[in-house]
């Protein structure tokens, strides 16, 4: 049982890995050619945000309770688009380190 719900996970994660828009995007932003745009690329968490919170207002003024998923899915993708600046600016600054040695050795 263990075993399947681990290949289920793993298989759930590839896929999201693959086919989804923001994750593709984060992956392209991770490569050493994107990690330039991590910092602007933290302005695209404002729409989400902006979408967690209407979604959230319509719940609360009585709305369907399915858009509580959304809420969370909003507010997850907000917070991996909010995260990649700083680490794409600590990433840039290990690759140019690693690029600087290279150029001296």
Do not use: Q
Not at 20 to 48: E, S
Not at 54 to 73: F, H, K, Q, Y
């Amino acid at each position: 049982m263990i075993r399947l719900l681990w290949t289920l996970s793993v298989r759930t994660r590839a896929f999201l890995r693959r086919y989804m828009p923001t994750n593709i995007l984060l992956d392209k932003i991770r490569t050493r050619r994107g990690l330039k745009w991590g910092v602007p690329a933290m302005l695209i968490a404002i729409p989400y945000l902006l979408a967690a919170a209407a979604c959230a207002a319509a719940v609360a003024d009585g709305g369907a309770g399915w858009l509580n998923i959304l809420v969370v899915l909003f507010l997850w993708t907000a917070a991996k688009f909010a995260f990649i600046g700083p680490v794409s600016l600590i990433l840039l600054a290990r690759t140019r380190l690693h690029e600087a040695r290279a150029r001296r050795a």
